[in-house]
């Protein structure tokens, strides 16, 4: 389990509780303290506040007993200048020891995040190709497909490898991310620093859950738009594991397609005014 209210100076947690007894078995921090891997990625001693609550559950893999849990932003949530570093590990995904609360390994997407992000929504474990994947809808407007198996050391630990990104929308907070970087962002500032309402993607990847649709090979991430609306969009899954994935196309919204007419089809909930974006799906590849 996780604390909560990361924006309000707290240092997030996961703890381990025995479901017999109610005693706590473990109790780790997300942000590492001094001393620990990561710490000097937080300026000063704003890691004591730093944020980094653990509210949404995380995913467990029986095959090799890990435990993967998302971690939310940092805080303050809106002020990076308190905070300067990549204020690890908020906005990440951490891999843990479900015996011992260690951290194995991490991926972050957002460091030093200005537009709270966060990074806490849940991860889908999947086996594709012959690689064991996970995938992560984070609300900085983009989804992404992590290397389970496949880590790189860095100051903070060992961090997973990012084998594909695709943008949920129009992104405009950063340059278009890519592999190359390993899908790490660079922020367009001046423009776009700390002015929250200059930056196009605002919560494009709310609470709601990501589906996987195993047997159609996709991934469905809701969209929250800058109305209020929900969206869905289809992900592409890998033609063949090569060490690419192939990206998906975007199904135009007169597309006779049914797989477009299912997943265009808007809330009836609110009128169609309240819709400012185009609602638009991405068209799985051949699978050669």
Not at 151 to 177: D, F, I, M, Y
């Amino acid at each position: 389990m996780g604390r909560v209210a990361g924006s309000y100076g707290v240092r997030g947690w996961i703890k381990a509780i025995n479901a017999d007894t109610g005693e706590q078995v473990w109790q780790t921090y997300t942000i590492p303290g001094p001393g620990e891997p990561g710490n000097d990625t937080w300026a000063g001693e704003s890691w004591k506040y730093g944020g980094g609550s653990a509210w949404i559950t995380g995913s467990y893999d029986k095959d090799t007993n890990r435990l993967y849990w998302p971690v939310g932003n940092p805080g303050p949530d809106f002020d990076r200048h308190v905070r300067l570093g990549d204020n690890l590990f908020t906005n990440s995904n951490l891999v843990m020891d479900p015996d011992t609360g260690k951290i194995l390994s991490y991926f972050n997407y957002t460091p030093n995040d200005p537009y709270d992000y966060d990074g806490v929504n849940e991860m889908i474990l999947a086996d594709i190709g012959g690689k064991k994947l996970w995938f992560h809808g984070s609300r900085n407007g983009h989804v992404y497909g992590i290397d389970r198996e496949t880590t790189a050391k860095s100051k903070a630990g060992n961090e997973h490898k990012c084998v594909w990104v695709t943008a949920l929308q129009r992104v405009n907070w950063t340059k278009p991310l890519n592999t190359g970087n390993n899908c790490k962002p660079v922020y367009n500032y001046p423009e776009k620093d700390v002015v929250y309402d200059k930056v196009t993607t605002i919560s494009l990847r709310p609470w709601m859950a990501v589906k996987n649709g195993i047997r159609c090979l996709i991934a469905i991430a809701p969209r929250w738009c800058t109305c209020p609306c929900t969206i869905s969009r289809w992900i592409s899954r890998p033609r063949k594991w090569n060490g690419s994935v192939a990206s998906g196309t975007w199904v135009p919204r007169s597309s006779t397609s049914t797989q477009a007419r299912a997943i265009s089809r808007p809330s009836t909930a609110r009128p169609a005014s309240w819709y400012g974006t185009s609602r638009r799906a991405i068209r799985r590849p051949a699978v050669s």
